[in-house]
């Protein structure tokens, strides 16, 4: 008898929005588990992702690439990935997935489309989690987060952000691993929709120039030593791991190449978070999911 449990496969649809693909580059240079692991093997024992849709690395194209998204939305019952902001302005035109029946279909339809039949969605990167640099001032195409346009349309499908320009590869696919193992009734989130896992810490709380700060010890210029605050870093209001997960295999991350961290995972990016290389003063981190001009206060031009 052969005693060899049934792998379960679970349909996965990765839309690409107003975004630079950035987003997908990261996840494509994943490196434990590696992209082939993810494509070909069990993510978790016993379940394995199958990437129906995904503009990357799918061999279809035109018709038959948007035939899958038809059918998809007939059976329901997939994971929905979302990369980039929603452009809302002049019905959404501004991002188009393809063509049906000779018509542009624009990203925000195929949301709109799509997000209900979904087991869960995930907004990935900070434009689909925030609206990010696609939805930066003055935002002529009018886009929006994937929670956004959830809202505005009594959208009730649990949505994940995991936020970051780009997001660490393993904030992605190890939240959906913790989801297959715990469920995603278990998975901890914070006020804005991020694992806490991943974005749990401030960056300032572990980061290795930390005690420079405390000394007052601060670097007037790159290259210096010292904590890189004067110089526009905005690892005090950035909540993620960056510090400890390291980045492209553990080889470094942004203050460990002597850059300021950018605040890339917050709502206030790019906006309110201020020119990247110039001092933070006064800002609080807003308690909801919209930015919040109100609460950001001089950024020390």
Request: hydrophobic share 35%; glycine share 10%.
């Amino acid at each position: 008898m052969n005693s060899k449990k049934e792998t379960k496969t679970i349909p996965v649809i990765y839309l690409q929005g107003a975004a630079c693909s950035g987003c997908v580059t990261s996840t494509l240079c994943s490196t434990y588990p590696s992209i082939r692991n993810i494509l070909l093997q069990e993510i978790v024992p016993g379940v394995k992702l199958e990437f129906i849709f995904h503009p990357n690395i799918m061999t279809a194209s035109g018709n038959l690439a948007m035939d899958v998204l038809e059918k998809a939305a007939r059976d329901k019952n997939y994971v929905l990935i979302i990369d980039g902001a929603i452009p809302t302005g002049e019905n959404g035109i501004f991002c188009t997935t393809g063509e049906k029946n000779g018509k542009k279909s624009t990203i925000l339809e195929e949301v709109l489309s799509l997000a209900p039949g979904a087991i869960m969605s995930i907004a990935f990167g900070s434009c689909a989690s925030y609206g990010g640099i696609a939805g930066a001032l003055p935002n002529v195409t009018d886009s929006l987060s994937v929670d956004d346009i959830f809202l505005s349309n009594q959208i009730k499908t649990p949505l994940v952000n995991i936020p970051g320009c780009p997001p660490h590869p393993d904030w992605l696919f190890g939240t959906i691993g913790e989801i297959l193992t715990n469920g995603l009734e278990n998975l901890k989130l914070d006020e804005l929709k991020r694992p806490l896992t991943y974005y749990g810490k401030l960056i300032h709380e572990n980061c290795p120039r930390r005690a420079w700060f405390d000394e007052g010890k601060f670097a007037r210029k790159f290259g210096d030593e010292g904590c890189l605050y004067e110089l526009g870093c905005k690892g005090p209001v950035t909540y993620s791991d960056c510090p400890v997960r390291l980045w492209n295999g553990k080889t470094n991350w942004c203050i460990g190449s002597g850059a300021p961290c950018g605040g890339c995972t917050q709502p206030e990016y790019p906006d309110y978070v201020g020119d990247f290389y110039y001092k933070i003063i006064d800002v609080e981190v807003p308690s909801s999911q919209r930015k919040e001009k109100s609460k950001i206060h001089d950024l020390g031009r």
